[in-house]
């Protein structure tokens, strides 16, 4: 029988499923994405929109060496959504942590380790970990307290925004303006996440990518606790939306 811990919320939702949890996701995606495009070859690595876009333009124009090299990134980013839907179920078996918490384990390390690697090192190998890391993190975060959102990119939540805006115009319907504004919020953090690692970038370099280690880190510290303690019984119950 699962019962309730001092860390867990009492409407039932698991740690991992906090808003703080996603808010502190979408921060640290927010430094990911401003860290690949500045310093990392001048791409976004977090969603593979844009390299399928300009995969498209490339093989429009002929360019058809150059399209093919958006397969890599592609192709790391379905593995990464691949691993992460089969891994969880024998992670589960073990009864120690959840698959959520192993995730976020393996992602702070890989950020961690990205910061000893030198710019003069082609740039395609730091994005390529980077997309797959964002796949899974995208695939495995997907409820908060019951409301499905990313925590990668931002154009859902700005979409969500408006939406929830707009029923509480029209409807006066209080519970989409407070969705909305969690969303707006989440686009904050994101927006917050990319300003502070660019006003960092200068001074640090390759291993600006460690300021993503602080909210990684909190967030790691929240899962090690709630799986370890008050949620020790309840590792085999599923976030919303698995």
Known sequence: MFHLGKN?????????????????LMASAGMMGAYTYLLRGGVF???????ILVMGMSFGKGDWAGGLYYL?????????AFVSEILPSPVKKLGFLRWDTYLIIVETAALFLLGFVPLTV???I??????????M??????????????????TNHIRQVGVGFAKALRKKDSTALRRGLIHLGMVACFFVGAALLTSLCAAMAE???WITLVPMGIVLVKLIRADLGSEHEALDRKPSGH
């Open 72 to 80: 890599i990134p592609f192709a790391a980013y379905l593995l990464g």
């Open 137 to 154: 993190q995208y695939n495995t975060f997907r409820q908060a307290e019951g409301i499905p959102m990313a925590t990668t990119f931002c």
């Open 126 to 135: 730091v994005q390529v970990i980077i997309n797959f890391l964002a796949s």
């Open 45 to 51: 690595c977090n969603a593979q929109t844009a390299n």
């Open 8 to 24: 867990q919320k009492p409407d039932g939702y698991l740690v991992c499923e906090q808003k703080l949890v996603y808010a502190l």
């Open 122 to 124: 082609p740039h395609q």
């Open 207 to 209: 291993k600006a990518i």
